[in-house]
Nanobody, 127 residues
């Protein structure tokens, strides 16, 4: 059972990146998926999440209008499209999967509710 993030890197302010969260051992369409990030010296924070059906999404206020979460069930992958990136978006980004029944229909960005985590991918926004 494994989640693997990819797509991170160095980008200039105003640029875009698309993060991917691929799963092995899971069929992602049955589970809510969250994206979280942790910057140096800061606590981990929720960025976005998507319900198992894909019909419900949530975003942190700091990324609303700039980030979009989506899922491709055929590829067993969840994406986080990040646009208009800012230096304060610099962090390690993690995807996480929740098997909790309470979050499948309406996801929430509380990391305690997510029980499988990827290893993270670094995103650095700098000129």
């Amino acid at each position: 059972l494994q989640l693997v993030e990819s797509g991170g890197g160095l980008v200039q302010p105003g640029g875009s990146l698309r993060l991917s969260c691929a799963a092995s051992g899971f069929t992602l369409r049955y589970y809510a998926i969250g994206w979280f990030r942790q910057a140096p010296g800061k606590e981990r924070e929720g960025v976005s999440c998507i319900s198992s059906s894909g019909g419900s999404t949530n975003y942190a206020d700091s990324v609303k209008g700039r980030f979009t979460i989506s899922r491709d069930n055929a590829k067993n992958t969840v994406y986080l499209q990040m646009s208009s990136l800012k230096p304060e978006d610099t962090a390690v980004y993690y995807c996480a999967l929740s098997t909790r029944a309470t979050v499948q229909a309406m996801c929430v960005m509380m990391d305690d509710l997510y029980n499988y985590w990827g290893q993270g991918t670094q995103v650095t926004v700098s000129s």
